[in-house]
C-alpha cells in the first residue's frame, strides 16, 4: 500500500470511529454534543490519530485494538483547539477553514465542549480496554495534557506574549510541552496497544520528541509565510500576538534550519524503531514540505 492509500485509509478508519463513538448530536443537551461534533469532524489532519495507527503497525504479536485510543487522542487535541481559540486564549475565529465553535455557537458552549471532549477521552479509553493497556493508557494521555505539558506549555505561551527576552530554553519548552508532548504520546499509546516494552516505548517516545519540534516549527514558519485560506485558520496571528516563536527568535531562514536539523533528528529515531516504518518516515519527510 503506497503512502496517500494508507494515509486515506488511517484517517478514514478514525472518521468512522469517531462518528461511532461520539454521543449523538440529539442527544440531550443536543446543543453540546453538536458542539462536540461540529469541532471534531472539521475534518483537520488527523496526525495524531493517525500516529496511534501507525505506531501500533510497526509491531506483531496480539494486540489491542488502537482505534479507541486513536479518537481518544483526538478528542483532547480538539478540546485543546477549542479552549485555545477563546477570547480569553488566541481570540481566533476561524480553524479548519471554518468558524470557531465560540463563533458558531457561543463562548459558554464552546468551553463546556472542550470540557466535554476532555472528560469522553478518558472514559473512553476506560470503557474499552482491560487494565492493562487501559491504565498504562489513560496514564500517559493524562501525563501528556496536563499541568506541566500541554496545559503548562500553553500557559507559558501566554506568559511569553510580547516578552522582548524571551530565551531559546522558554521557546524549547513551549514546543516540546504544547505540541510535541502529544505526539509523543500518540505514538506511545499505539505502542502500547501493541504491547510494545520499555525500549521500544522509549524509542517511540524520542521519535515524537522530535517529529513535534519539527511540525511546531514548520507550523511556526507557515504562520509568518502562509495566507489564512491555505492554512485554514488565520495567518499571521503569532506575529499580531507577539508570540514567542521560532521565526521571531531565529528568522525564517534559522527556523528552516531547526526544522532540517530536526527532520534529520526524527528519522535517526525512526532507525531504531523495529518493523516496517516506510509510512512514518514518509510521514516525516512530508511534515517538512506541508503547506497547511
Do not use: W
Not at 189 to 212: P, S
Not at 247 to 275: F, I, N, Q, S, W
Request: hydrophobic content about 45%; charged content about 25%.
Amino acid at each position: 500500500m503506497d503512502f496517500s492509500t494508507q494515509l486515506n485509509a488511517f484517517i478514514a478508519q478514525t472518521d468512522q470511529a469517531l462518528d461511532k463513538y461520539l454521543p449523538p448530536a440529539t442527544t440531550r443537551p443536543a446543543r453540546l454534543h453538536e458542539a462536540m461534533r461540529y469541532s471534531l469532524q472539521a475534518g483537520g489532519k488527523r496526525l495524531r490519530p493517525v500516529l496511534v495507527l501507525s505506531a501500533a503497525q510497526l509491531f506483531t504479536g496480539k494486540k489491542h485494538d488502537p482505534l479507541t485510543a486513536a479518537v481518544a487522542i483526538e478528542c483532547v487535541h480538539t478540546y485543546s483547539l477549542i479552549h485555545d481559540d477563546l477570547p480569553c486564549m488566541d481570540n481566533d475565529d476561524l480553524r479548519r477553514g471554518r468558524p470557531t465553535a465560540h463563533k458558531q455557537f457561543d463562548e459558554a458552549t464552546a468551553l463546556l465542549a472542550g470540557d466535554a471532549l476532555l472528560t469522553y477521552a478518558f472514559d473512553l479509553l476506560a470503557r474499552h480496554y482491560p487494565a492493562e493497556p487501559g491504565f498504562a493508557l489513560m496514564r500517559e494521555l493524562a501525563d501528556a495534557a496536563g499541568s506541566q505539558r500541554l496545559i503548562g506549555g500553553q500557559m507559558e505561551d501566554l506568559l511569553a506574549e510580547k516578552k522582548a527576552d524571551a530565551t531559546a530554553g522558554e521557546l524549547e519548552f513551549i514546543h516540546l510541552n504544547k505540541t510535541a508532548a502529544m505526539i509523543e504520546a500518540a505514538l506511545v499509546m499505539g505502542g502500547l496497544t501493541a504491547q510494545a516494552n520499555e525500549i521500544e516505548l522509549a524509542g517511540l517516545r524520542q521519535f515524537g520528541r522530535e517529529l513535534g519540534l519539527t511540525f511546531q516549527i514548520v507550523d511556526d514558519i507557515l504562520d509568518a509565510t502562509a495566507d489564512s485560506a491555505t492554512l485554514g485558520k488565520t495567518a499571521g496571528k503569532d506575529a499580531k500576538a507577539g508570540k514567542t516563536t521560532f521565526v521571531k527568535l531565529h528568522g525564517l531562514e534559522g527556523a528552516r534550519l531547526h526544522a532540517h536539523e530536526h527532520t534529520a533528528a526524527a528519522l535517526a529515531a525512526l532507525t531504531k524503531l523495529p518493523g516496517d516504518t516506510a509510512f512514518l518516515r514518509q510521514l516525516v519527510e512530508i511534515m517538512l514540505v506541508r503547506k497547511h
